[in-house]
């Protein structure tokens, strides 16, 4: 927060608040980073506690949450033997009406604290049990004959066991505001906000913002200051986001790709086997756009699995071909890799192009001759694993990066292969099979171009989807023997969240023993696949079971991306209630390749949480990859979802990228509006705006200095 020059009053270390002192000052740092009196001002409450209003007993109701009492106190009785001591006391209202309050811990205080006969406000849950009403470890004060009663919202707060021993409890932190804002005034918060902002989207300034987020009189109060922080926290993300897109145009300059030439036609007209769908059209008009402009290209293309990305990327690499220039592109397996360059040189078939694939299992004079077919640019297109960043990997002239399941890997790998040309950029195609929900990608990709290939290519039949318990197993076998006899292949999926686990291999083992027994040979033939064998054994089960010299493949995940068997027409996925909804999709998606219609079986334990019905519901219902995201994103929220840690989401304070969509929406409409009118922010009413984000960039850089 130090948006202003030379020292601010929230700069100020938080151990200088009055009730805080070294022991918590330590014990807020390290439990949650509240360093300073402005890292305070920024710990935001989750809910609060409606105080404004006094209830009469004779009005309770077991449902309501919380009441709050004005009364008198009667005599304080214990009851039971030493550990197990209470006590207890009638409280009555001026209607004459009377509740029993109850305290197990505390004794000793209680008894000294609290005076029969006195006038005290209550606050807690009523609960009804034996025919009475009472409240079990009420929260209590003496009653103000001036206020009448506490008339507020209280704040909560969340807190850690640690926190709560060293007396920073809910109630503690509502404190430790209490005398911060004692401290702080108006001047002290400087609005980083440009006024025509604040006035278009009726956000009120940012000191009443945090004094009524902290301390509101009422609930109106709370929304208004609530909805003003969100935006800004929102607003701030989209300006780095579109200024680090602003930048890349301005700084990052691209080839120029001028024509669309014989290579490209050639492969379009006389070697392409299918008509491209209009959704993937689409999308190759707007990369051919994205590389005539003299920029950087940088997009991300998102599109269901068999959605044919693949062909829309090599599309594009003929016409870096054409141009004079080479392509690579880079999967996150060596399987994925290698199904790639067979796609690829099956559909290049007869057509005169250098196409190659490097992986960590190419080694030594098969290695030293690809790097001189690349350097000398007989190689024209490259596939290949992370393998292709290594220092000894030398284009002749890159003009054109794909990089798929891009969430695999690091910004610091993507970025190295930016580097293996001088001067400009090689354009970058980032692909991924994952679909994103729309917020999602606002933020997480909202400095990359999206384009969406939403259709299927024509003739595939949607995957019908159903949920079975596991007492219902036989049933299954049956199933899966009638579609072998139709000479389909099946695959079985078993989770193994972690290698080590071993009650997940011995489950996957088990599974495999069993199905054996059901599949006996040599009438039936099965495969397993796991992540403990080695890739030469993986690769030879896999390569089995494509030629289908294997009725049914028993396998964990490592099938999620990568095999393509157009035959393989039923997925059968164990303890599926263990599996991410997007996983879950994932897996699907590899059947329902080829022309005959196919199947995915969820096996379940009977007993599943509320959460898992959601899933596997959502799953039977609809194979929309977009329906999906959106529901796995309300089920997981933002923090779970790969990619998100680069966002700066996992940062958010306040905001929530569900619940507040339309918001972020109109946050990025505002950003976009003053990085076009004003791309550097020189304007005089941005200069807090500029100066603010300067701070924040250096303390993000910062922080992480703190944390010892």
Not at 32 to 57: A, C, M, N, S, W
Not at 200 to 208: A, K
Not at 576 to 602: D, K, M, P, T
Not at 606 to 622: A, I
Request: charged share 25%.
């Amino acid at each position: 927060m130090n948006e202003k020059q030379g020292h601010n009053i929230l700069d100020t270390p938080i151990e200088y608040l009055r009730g805080v002192g070294p022991k918590r000052g330590d014990v807020l740092r390290k439990q949650v980073e509240i360093f300073t009196f402005g890292d305070l001002l920024e710990y935001y409450p989750f809910r609060y506690i409606d105080k404004t209003q006094l209830h009469r007993i004779a009005d309770i109701d077991p449902d309501m949450p919380s009441v709050q009492l004005k009364g008198t106190l009667g005599n304080l009785q214990t009851h039971g033997e030493q550990r197990m001591q209470r006590i207890s006391a009638a409280f009555t209202d001026a209607g004459g009406d009377t509740i029993e309050l109850t305290w197990f811990q505390g004794l000793t205080f209680i008894k000294s604290a609290l005076k029969p006969g006195k006038q005290y406000l209550v606050f807690g849950k009523p609960v009804f049990k034996f025919g009475k009403y009472s409240i079990v470890h009420p929260e209590i004060q003496a009653a103000d004959e001036e206020t009448g009663f506490d008339s507020r919202l209280e704040p909560v707060y969340n807190t850690t066991d640690v926190m709560k021993k060293n007396g920073l409890t809910s109630r503690g932190i509502y404190k430790l505001v209490q005398a911060l804002f004692e401290k702080i005034r108006p001047t002290d918060v400087t609005e980083i906000l440009p006024d025509d902002l604040l006035e278009e989207y009726r956000l009120i300034n940012r000191f009443n913002a945090f004094k009524q987020v902290h301390l509101p009189a009422d609930a109106e109060e709370a929304k208004h200051a609530r909805h003003r922080l969100k935006f800004e926290e929102f607003f701030f993300i989209q300006m780095r986001l579109l200024q680090r897109k602003q930048n890349r145009k301005t700084t990052f300059h691209g080839f120029v790709f001028e024509k669309v030439g014989e290579v490209f036609n050639h492969f379009y007209h006389h070697q392409l086997p299918f008509e491209l769908t209009g959704a993937q059209k689409r999308v190759v008009k707007e990369l051919r756009r994205d590389t005539l402009t003299g920029h950087q290209m940088n997009r991300l293309v998102q599109g269901d699995v068999g959605s044919g990305k693949t062909v829309v990327a090599l599309l594009t690499a003929l016409i870096a071909i054409d141009n004079g220039f080479q392509a690579c592109i880079m999967a996150p397996t060596e399987i994925l890799a290698q199904q790639h360059y067979q796609n690829m040189s099956s559909l290049l078939a007869g057509m005169d192009i250098g196409i190659d694939i490097l992986t960590g299992s190419v080694k030594g004079k098969a290695r030293r001759n690809l790097l001189e077919k690349l350097q000398l640019g007989i190689t024209k297109i490259l596939v290949g694993t992370h393998a292709l960043i290594e220092g000894t990997v030398v284009f002749k002239n890159l003009g054109l990066v794909v990089i798929d399941e891009q969430h695999r890997f690091g910004v610091a790998q993507r970025a190295s292969l930016w580097e293996k040309t001088d001067e400009k950029y090689p354009h970058i195609l980032v692909m991924t099979a994952t679909p994103i929900p729309r917020t999602l990608a606002m933020t997480v990709y909202g400095d990359l171009d999206v384009s969406v290939i939403d259709e299927l290519p024509p003739g595939r039949k949607p995957i019908k989807t159903s949920h079975v318990f596991e007492n219902k197993r036989l049933q299954v076998f049956e199933f899966m023997r009638r579609q072998i006899a139709e000479g389909r292949q099946i695959y079985v999926v078993y989770p193994l969240i972690n290698e080590s686990e071993a009650l997940d291999y011995k489950n996957l083992m088990d599974g495999f023993e069993s199905i054996s027994r059901a599949f006996p040979m040599p009438q039936y033939q099965v495969s397993i696949v796991h992540g403990q064998m080695s890739a030469a054994d993986k690769e030879f089960e896999m390569q089995r079971f494509k030629r289908g010299e294997t009725h049914i493949m028993v396998a964990t995940t490592v099938i999620e991306v990568g095999v393509d068997v157009p035959n393989a027409s039923v997925m059968i996925i164990e303890s599926a209630e263990r599996f991410g909804l997007s996983q879950l999709h994932q897996l699907r998606g590899r059947v329902g390749r080829g022309a005959n219609q196919s199947y995915c079986i969820l096996i379940t334990g009977q007993k599943l949480s509320k959460e898992g019905r959601v899933r596997m519901n959502t799953m039977v219902e609809t194979s929309d990859g977009f329906k999906i995201a959106e529901v796995d994103l309300k089920l997981r929220g933002p923090g779970d979802i790969e990619g998100t840690q680069q966002s700066g989401l996992q940062n958010l304070k306040i905001a929530d990228i569900v619940r507040d969509s339309h918001l972020l929406q109109t946050a990025r409409n505002a950003a976009a509006h003053i990085i076009t009118a004003d791309p550097t922010l020189d304007a005089p009413q941005h200069q807090a705006l500029k100066n603010y984000i300067a701070a924040q960039n250096s303390q993000t850089r910062s922080k992480w200095s703190k944390i010892s």
